[in-house]
Nanobody, 123 residues
Protein backbone atom coordinates (compact mmCIF):
# COMPACT_ATOMS: atom_id res chain seq x y z
CA UNK A 1 0.00 0.00 0.00
CA UNK A 2 1.17 3.52 -0.76
CA UNK A 3 0.32 6.36 1.58
CA UNK A 4 0.23 10.09 1.05
CA UNK A 5 -0.34 12.48 3.93
CA UNK A 6 -1.47 16.05 3.48
CA UNK A 7 -3.23 18.84 5.30
CA UNK A 8 -0.40 20.23 7.37
CA UNK A 9 0.32 23.90 7.68
CA UNK A 10 1.10 26.85 9.90
CA UNK A 11 -1.50 27.60 12.55
CA UNK A 12 -1.69 29.44 15.83
CA UNK A 13 -1.94 27.86 19.24
CA UNK A 14 -5.53 26.92 19.98
CA UNK A 15 -6.43 26.45 16.33
CA UNK A 16 -7.61 23.26 14.66
CA UNK A 17 -6.26 21.33 11.71
CA UNK A 18 -7.26 18.14 9.96
CA UNK A 19 -4.72 15.85 8.43
CA UNK A 20 -5.61 13.30 5.80
CA UNK A 21 -3.78 10.29 4.53
CA UNK A 22 -4.88 8.73 1.29
CA UNK A 23 -3.93 5.18 0.47
CA UNK A 24 -3.70 3.30 -2.77
CA UNK A 25 -4.72 -0.32 -3.20
CA UNK A 26 -7.87 -2.32 -2.85
CA UNK A 27 -7.24 -3.80 0.59
CA UNK A 28 -7.30 -0.62 2.63
CA UNK A 29 -9.74 -2.06 5.13
CA UNK A 30 -7.30 -4.81 6.03
CA UNK A 31 -4.76 -2.37 7.46
CA UNK A 32 -4.38 -0.94 10.89
CA UNK A 33 -3.49 2.72 10.44
CA UNK A 34 -1.42 4.96 12.62
CA UNK A 35 -0.19 8.51 12.92
CA UNK A 36 3.25 9.35 14.26
CA UNK A 37 5.11 12.61 14.53
CA UNK A 38 8.70 13.67 14.73
CA UNK A 39 9.98 17.01 15.93
CA UNK A 40 13.54 18.19 15.19
CA UNK A 41 16.06 16.41 17.37
CA UNK A 42 13.46 14.06 18.82
CA UNK A 43 12.49 10.47 18.22
CA UNK A 44 9.41 9.53 16.27
CA UNK A 45 6.44 9.61 18.63
CA UNK A 46 3.21 7.66 18.52
CA UNK A 47 0.17 9.89 18.09
CA UNK A 48 -2.80 7.71 17.30
CA UNK A 49 -3.95 4.50 15.65
CA UNK A 50 -7.20 3.01 14.44
CA UNK A 51 -8.31 -0.55 13.90
CA UNK A 52 -9.35 -2.02 10.58
CA UNK A 53 -13.04 -1.38 11.14
CA UNK A 54 -12.54 1.91 12.93
CA UNK A 55 -14.10 0.53 16.09
CA UNK A 56 -10.88 0.67 18.05
CA UNK A 57 -8.73 3.75 18.54
CA UNK A 58 -5.58 4.50 20.51
CA UNK A 59 -3.96 7.79 21.46
CA UNK A 60 -0.68 8.97 22.86
CA UNK A 61 -0.91 10.55 26.30
CA UNK A 62 0.10 13.98 25.05
CA UNK A 63 -2.78 14.21 22.56
CA UNK A 64 -5.65 12.52 24.36
CA UNK A 65 -8.78 14.64 24.38
CA UNK A 66 -7.51 16.96 21.64
CA UNK A 67 -6.98 14.71 18.63
CA UNK A 68 -9.42 12.33 16.98
CA UNK A 69 -8.55 9.66 14.47
CA UNK A 70 -11.07 8.30 12.00
CA UNK A 71 -11.10 6.41 8.74
CA UNK A 72 -13.30 6.06 5.70
CA UNK A 73 -12.66 2.70 4.13
CA UNK A 74 -14.79 3.60 1.11
CA UNK A 75 -12.45 6.51 0.38
CA UNK A 76 -9.22 4.75 1.40
CA UNK A 77 -8.47 7.62 3.72
CA UNK A 78 -7.57 8.07 7.37
CA UNK A 79 -7.98 11.39 9.13
CA UNK A 80 -6.50 13.08 12.15
CA UNK A 81 -8.59 15.92 13.53
CA UNK A 82 -6.42 18.10 15.73
CA UNK A 83 -8.04 20.61 18.05
CA UNK A 84 -6.63 22.97 20.66
CA UNK A 85 -3.22 22.76 19.05
CA UNK A 86 -0.19 23.55 21.17
CA UNK A 87 3.26 24.76 20.22
CA UNK A 88 4.63 21.37 21.27
CA UNK A 89 2.48 19.72 18.59
CA UNK A 90 4.86 21.16 16.00
CA UNK A 91 6.35 18.25 14.06
CA UNK A 92 6.29 16.35 10.83
CA UNK A 93 3.30 14.02 10.94
CA UNK A 94 3.48 10.63 9.27
CA UNK A 95 0.77 8.13 8.53
CA UNK A 96 1.58 4.45 8.63
CA UNK A 97 -0.12 1.17 7.86
CA UNK A 98 0.30 -2.51 8.47
CA UNK A 99 -1.89 -5.55 8.08
CA UNK A 100 -0.50 -7.45 11.04
CA UNK A 101 0.40 -5.51 14.16
CA UNK A 102 1.16 -6.70 17.63
CA UNK A 103 1.77 -3.27 19.14
CA UNK A 104 0.00 -0.36 17.46
CA UNK A 105 2.00 2.25 19.39
CA UNK A 106 5.35 1.07 18.05
CA UNK A 107 6.69 2.63 14.88
CA UNK A 108 8.67 -0.52 14.17
CA UNK A 109 5.42 -2.47 13.83
CA UNK A 110 4.41 -0.62 10.68
CA UNK A 111 5.77 -1.59 7.29
CA UNK A 112 4.25 1.18 5.17
CA UNK A 113 4.79 4.91 5.63
CA UNK A 114 3.68 8.09 3.97
CA UNK A 115 6.04 10.96 3.22
CA UNK A 116 5.00 13.20 6.12
CA UNK A 117 3.30 16.57 6.36
CA UNK A 118 4.61 19.49 8.39
CA UNK A 119 2.50 20.97 11.16
CA UNK A 120 3.77 24.16 12.74
CA UNK A 121 1.99 25.75 15.66
CA UNK A 122 2.96 29.30 16.56
CA UNK A 123 2.18 31.34 19.65
Amino acid sequence: VQLQAFGGGLVQAGDSLRLSCAASGRTFSSYVLGWFRQAPGKEREFVSAISRSGGGTWYGDSVKGRLTISRDNAKNTVYLQMNSLKIEDTAVYYCAADDMIAQVTSARAYDYWGQGTQVTVSS
